[in-house]
């Protein structure tokens, strides 16, 4: 590639000229050196690049901001430090945008974490006329993915015409050499902050690092009035506290869908049951309906002492002092924090407070002040009133099967506390499950699995949820529920179609997913 090098005296630094691609030239290409700025023209209205290197033979430029012609007038020294004679200066064209079908990686500023890597995967086909909606789905944060996929059977929105746009925490490093700066801090006010900047971007609210918006990195048209979160298990916690710590600006987020998401501490550490495989589940006998409140789960844990051959507590029913048949034992399937295990406040005050509570203390088992000042921000069963500033924008569906990933109890006290949460706490449209048509769109026979009830709707008693939720698929992965659950969201807010039920559908034309 051709560039021609002008000599900058006063700094003792060079200019470095790019030549752009044909029908792109640059011209008037100049320096000030009174106010340290560069300037150019250019023959069409594409966008241009400011960089700088060190050593030109490397070949490797750092991109520092781009500019459109119109402003193509940067005070680069306050862009970059300068380091004395090795410093190289060029002007680049822009890159085309990424095609459809295309992926790119870029990143995103978010104070004070620093840069956080996120992936744009742009939908072969778009699901609307040559635009497409945008989905965010939150990232687990109780175990860290180290790739910008979700979990193993983690849909991907662009099979079914979505932008979905793709993050990694501040300080985890994924497995491709992309990287997020700043400090994991497991889905704490850090990740928080994160989110709402990938949130801002996603919505049109801000630009990448390198100053360009998303509708001028793709070649698909972002529907910014059409963009949503998709959160499942865990990650429902980060979208709750995204939307309320930052009302202000989550205001373009239209819609949620969130799947079985737990809502408080004795939930996520499932201490009201569990699944020792993927059919046979054991209940906690403590627990009931009757236990439920709309902001907490009441369980006694006067019982609980610690048994030291599995290094774990358990609820000594029969309060014998050992551990056998009529006790009830708990999961290993516990949040984990650098290593140590977060059990509910109530469990770890009440354990340390037991005859039998474990002495030293386990290094891998997290103490009474680490649990207190962890779940208190990552309870959220009392944080849906502060969501109530987007009654008039947010859209809500709460997906979830008969047979919950995690949580065996018959009531499902977590969609309990997320339905009341949203419909009444916050006031949103907030619906239980997909639409029939919807889930029958998504794959074939799916949607006699459907429940089908009417949004804004909840069973008189909750002990019969089950029936409000989708049978379990008996064949294929499990990602066709969620491509149903948010197509319809997005379609709905497509047309602006809210009614509780849809008598046909769906409301638009597009491919089911492969």
């Known amino acids: 590639m051709q560039r021609t090098l002008i000599p900058w005296i006063t700094l003792g630094t060079w200019l470095c000229c790019r030549a752009p691609v044909p029908g792109q030239a640059i011209t008037d290409l100049g320096v000030d050196r009174r106010s340290f700025s560069v300037s150019w023209s250019a023959s069409t209205s594409t966008v241009y690049e400011l960089q700088w290197t060190d050593d030109l033979l490397s070949g490797s430029w ?14 680069f020294n306050d862009l970059f430090p300068h380091d004395g004679p090795t410093t190289f200066l060029a002007v680049n064209s822009f890159l085309p945008p990424v095609p459809a079908g295309g992926t790119l990686t870029t990143y995103v500023d978010s104070p004070p974490n620093g840069l956080i890597a996120v992936q744009i ?9 040559y635009s497409a909606p945008v989905v965010v789905p939150v990232s687990q944060f109780f175990t860290p993915p180290a790739t910008f996929d979700q979990f193993w059977e983690g849909p991907d929105f662009t099979e079914i015409g979505c932008i979905q746009i793709s993050y990694l925490w501040p300080g985890i490093q994924g497995i491709d050499g992309a990287a997020s700066e700043g400090v994991f801090d497991y889905g704490g006010r850090s990740c928080i902050r994160a989110l709402r900047d990938v949130i801002r971007f996603a919505t049109g609210n801000r630009t990448a690092h390198q100053g360009r918006y998303l509708h001028e990195m793709i070649a698909v048209t972002p529907r910014y009035d059409n963009a949503g979160l998709y959160a499942f298990s865990h990650p429902g916690i980060a979208a709750v506290n995204v939307l309320a710590d930052w009302t202000g600006s989550m205001t373009n987020v239209a819609w949620l869908v969130g799947r079985e998401n737990p809502t408080v501490d004795a939930i996520s550490a499932v201490e009201i049951g569990h699944f020792i495989d993927q059919t046979n589940a054991v209940q906690n006998p403590l627990y009931s309906l009757a236990k439920y409140t709309p902001t907490n789960i009441a369980i006694d844990y006067g019982t609980i002492d610690w048994d030291p051959a599995e290094e774990r507590p358990f609820f000594d029913l029969n309060t014998n002092g050992v ?4 006790d009830h034992r ?11 295990r977060c059990y509910s406040i109530a469990l770890v005050d ?16 997290a103490n009474a002040a680490t649990v207190s000042s962890f779940w208190a921000y990552r309870s959220i069963a009392d944080r849906y009133p502060d969501l109530s500033a987007l009654s008039n924008s947010l859209h809500v569906l709460i997906l979830f099967a008969r047979r919950d990933h995690v949580q065996p109890a018959v009531d499902k006290p977590h969609v309990h506390h997320a339905y009341e949460g949203f419909r009444y706490g916050a006031g949103v449209w907030t619906r239980l499950n997909p639409d029939a048509v919807y889930m029958e769109w998504a794959h074939a026979g799916y949607g006699g699995l459907a429940a089908d009830q009417p949004a804004n709707q909840q069973p008189g008693n909750w002990n019969d949820i089950e029936g409000w ?25 497509q047309t602006g179609t809210w009614v509780n039920n849809l008598s046909v559908g769906p409301l638009v034309g597009y491919p089911p997913p492969p």
């Not at 551990?323 to 009529?326: K, L, M, N």
């Not at 939720?469 to 807010?493: I, K, L, S, W």
């Open 469 to 493: 939720a989708y049978m379990n698929p008996p064949h294929g992965p499990a990602r066709y529920p969620p491509f149903a659950a948010v197509a319809e969201m997005v379609d709905r807010q």
């Open 330 to 340: 708990l999961g290993s399937a516990v949040p984990s924090v650098s290593g140590q």
């Open 350 to 365: 009440a354990l340390g407070s037991s005859p039998g509570a474990p002495s030293p203390w386990p290094t891998n088992l």
């Open 62 to 75: 750092t991109p520092l901001r781009f500019f459109a012609p119109r402003d193509a007038a940067p005070r």
């Open 121 to 129: 995967r742009v939908p072969a086909l778009p699901r609307f006329t």
């Open 323 to 326: 551990v056998d048949g009529g």
